[in-house]
């Protein structure tokens, strides 16, 4: 129960974060805002591993393990998030998330079971598929009006992302059989912001970096969405990871999804339908079943 309710609380702080993303979105490129978000996260993590005295631990880590993690910390945050954030300037928050995150749990549960011999039972089964469907709903009768070209690049990116998180999450549980989760979490997201910036910087992004153009509120934002990412919910998917597998973790934080909705609502404007509603409470009950 322990890993379920860490799962969720990841799941809430990334919900948290696409708000923030969503609205940063036009005003900032999508590879500013991530290296941006990377660096606060990676910054408060490395803290946390030295004042929990993890510091020297990574001279003792083995090397193949943490390649592994490494690995999905590119996949995932440095490349699959900055797609993800791509995807946000074509679709709304309420439609994009749904779309990756009902793709990502599909493919992690599948090759879960198949690669990392993890276990599920048919309640288990039963609850993804309601969750998935839950969340489809609330795709299909969101009320955004878009142009189809929009909604066709925004839908690829978004599935796009989808894979590449998959390929994180599968890489990480390997990983993690030998190596500290909190450290895991720092080094994933501290390689990712390494990385991501150097793409940043040879990239031809007008603007890029260039923090004293964005203004204090921005910046502000950028720091909130980072902590909520790369900090709680870094630390709660590997934790998650660690205690519950892949597949299980993957298919809890599908329900973000039910928390962007209100956040979505109430402070982006963004229109609900009562079936979308219909599908928030499939989703919660399908929640219930994987917990089981």
Known sequence: MLGVIIALTASLAWAGSSIFVKYLSSRIDSLSINTMRLWTGALVLISIVFLTGRGADILH??????????????????????????????????????????????????????????????????????????????????????TKKTTTKGVILSLVAAVLWTVGSVTLKIGLNQVDTILAAAIRVTTSALILTGVTLVSNTPNKLRLKTYGTRNLIFVACAGVLTYTIGALGYV??????????????????????????????????????????????????????
Do not use: M
């Open 61 to 146: 880590t083995p090397i193949v393990p943490l390649i592994f993690v490494i690995l999905s910390g590119i996949s995932s945050n440095a490349i699959g998030d900055t797609i993800y954030i791509q995807s946000l300037l074509y679709l709304d928050v309420s439609v994009a998330y749904p779309i990756s995150q009902s793709a990502f749990p599909v493919l992690t549960l599948l090759t879960a079971i198949f690669f990392l011999n993890e276990t599920f039972t048919w309640f288990n089964i039963l609850g993804a598929v309601c969750v998935i469907a839950g969340i489809l709903i609330i795709v299909r009768n969101n009320k955004t009006k878009v």
């Open 239 to 292: 934790t998650a990871i660690h205690l519950i597998g892949a597949g299980k973790t993957v298919l809890l934080s599908a329900s973000a999804p039910v928390f962007v909705l209100p956040l979505s609502v109430f402070i982006l404007k963004e229109r609900l339908s009562p079936l979308a509603l219909t599908g928030v409470f499939i989703a919660v009950a399908g929640i219930c079943l994987v917990a089981l």
